[in-house]
Every structure is written in C-alpha cells, then in structure tokens.
C-alpha cells in the first residue's frame, strides 16, 4: 500500500510516497519517511518532526491509527505564535 508523508513549512513542502504493509500505523509511514530523503537530511534550521503531532488529511490523529492506501499522513509543527493572541493584536485590543 502506498501512502503519501508531507511536512510543510511556510515556504517549503517537504513530501514523499512510502510503501507499506497492510494494517500499518500513522508511526509506521513516519518510520518509513523518516529514512528516505527528503526528510533523512532536514536542515538543520528545519525542527524535526514530532511523531505526536500528526494527522491525515488535515485531520489530527494518533500515532497509532492505522492508515488506507492513498492516505496523506501530515506531520504538524508547533505554531509560531497563538491564533487567538495574534488576531487581537492586529485587531489593537488585549
């Protein structure tokens, strides 16, 4: 089964097809990604990936959920600076 890992950053989509077995995990295909380039060489001004903070589809889920042929797995970084915190800002309120 063929399943595609993306880990994006504002500029740059780091992005590769691993194949795995039947049955395999969210972890599984970040394992697989993980060995292959792009993602083997990150920059070092890129953080690695959190194998917690991950998702399909745009939809966050565990590490443990098992994964379909043709699945985009999203690895998720943590956010700059809050949504919530940065809207009041632009909108001139605390």
Known sequence: MRV???YAFPR???SVEVGI???ATVAD?????MALE???SLPASRP???A???GIFGRAVAPDTRVSDGDRVELYRDLA???RELRRERAGTS
């Open 21 to 23: 077995e039947e049955g």
């Open 29 to 33: 295909a970040v394992r697989a990604a």
């Open 81 to 83: 600076q809050d949504p």
């Open 38 to 40: 792009p993602f083997r």
């Open 12 to 14: 740059t989509c780091y």
């Open 4 to 6: 595609e890992v993306v």
């Open 48 to 50: 690695p990936p959190d």
């Open 52 to 54: 917690n903070k991950v």
